[in-house]
């Protein structure tokens, strides 16, 4: 007898982020797998909360699937989208990698969420209206080499990005080697914006330059916005924004 | 007297993607502005529907802030994410450029959604799990020589990629020269993913690989989605998936 195995996302904050659909599976679920404060913000009546920590994403996985393999309804939640940075790539990657028949039989769903990416940007205006880079700035689980080479790619592609794990104690000087990437190949007065804890009680937007941005400014729970060479700030309603014109100059510089 | 314009998004289909956030904006509106498809999704008893052709964004976003401008309680509606190649950059290009200053107390809200690239990698696996790039093929309102040029350096960059507007009877042949500008960059066996009609009933995927892609399976509803040098399928389910694994090799290539 076998279980479901839902890979889920509450979004970045609340509940006024959370699709029906995925509502719908934290309702029925017997069992939900996950980092503690994600965890704890779908945790029903009933259900039996599996926490573990932040960092061990391939055993969390591997957890959830043995307790679908025993005929669980089992949710696995991130925080935003399960496919961005999240748990949809550790589930895909045990089961990819791992040779567990009795995993065989786990009815799999994958299910989207919005993303910090998106509430952050939705915050600001439209900075990623067009084309637009996601990029990681932990060098857990790639070379650094490969972050520096994509911050270039990029800025060469004159991409909007959006940096997710841009800064914490034990990374703490990542960010400023990628701006100073981004300061090689972009103009100084590129808008970039450092959108903290969106959706919570202490969210709150910087507004800056790729010349004048600050990591100081930033920590964990920042997601960095930096705009494309078109990208422009405005003001409206007593505040400022920031967006990616639809269009651009025919003409290359 | 000035009305409230909130820019939303309805999600690739259905209402089982629509957040509680916009379900409760389309709830209280006066007007509804959009294209036809996404209007019709959203509308209410009581709601006037203003419906305009797919092209018109900048005229689409005007008559918006006008409504919102007399009072009213509008929303502009994409599918998807409006900040994903959406309504939102139409809006914030309009409030930037032109000096209009009834507009000036309209209140401007901009609210996430569910983009397409999610739903079809939801469905796929996990295949934008980490660093990756979201590219509209529409050369419309950019110059092509920038959308090879964003294709080259996603692809040096070895970035996951989704393809907006790949195809259409207007655009027939710029996926197939998109695909050319990878295949000079990425190995041949490189996953490709074909996601069409997402959430629909019609959806379907067609998995092949970048040395195979053909653009002919393509249409306007379709999402194409490439692999990064490390993406793999599997088969689980009795179907195939799709992902980028967590962690990257530490030497390179």
Chains 1, 2 share one sequence.
């Not at 994403?57 to 307790?67: G, H, I, N």
């Not at 637009?132 to 060469?156: E, G, H, M, T």
């Not at 909007?160 to 914490?168: D, E, K, L, V």
């Not at 007065?189 to 959108?195: C, D, E, L, M, R």
Request: net charge negative; hydrophobic share 40%.
């Amino acid at each position: 007898m076998s279980g479901r195995l839902s890979v889920i996302g509450c979004g970045p904050a609340g509940e006024h982020w959370l699709s029906p659909e995925t509502a719908q599976l934290i309702a029925r679920a017997t069992d939900a797998v996950g980092y503690g404060p994600y965890v704890r913000r779908i945790a029903r009546p009933g259900m039996r909360l599996h926490i573990s920590d932040n960092r061990e994403e391939l055993m969390r996985a591997v957890l959830a699937l043995e307790l679908a393999a025993q005929g669980r309804e089992v949710v696995i939640v991130s925080g935003g989208d399960p496919g961005i940075f999240a748990m949809a790539a550790a589930v895909c990657e045990c089961l990819s990698e791992a040779d567990q028949p009795r995993w065989d039989n786990v009815e799999l769903g994958i299910y989207p969420g919005i993303s910090a990416l998106q509430a952050a940007a939705a915050k600001i205006g439209a900075p990623l209206g067009h084309d637009f880079c996601a990029i990681s700035l932990s060098d857990v689980l790639k070379p650094w080499s490969l972050v520096c080479r994509r911050l270039r790619c990029a800025a060469q592609g004159d991409f909007a990005m959006a940096f997710y794990n841009p800064r914490s104690r034990h990374r703490p000087w990542q960010l400023g080697a990628a701006l100073d990437i981004l300061r090689e190949e972009q103009p100084p007065q590129t808008p970039v914006v450092f959108a903290r804890a969106i959706g919570r009680e202490d969210e709150a937007l910087h507004y800056t330059t790729l010349a004048e941005a600050d990591p100081e400014w930033v920590d964990m729970r920042t997601l960095v916005i930096v705009g494309n060479s078109q990208a422009r700030y405005f003001d409206h309603g007593q505040r400022r924004w920031m967006y990616s014109p639809r269009s651009y100059p025919v003409i290359e510089s």
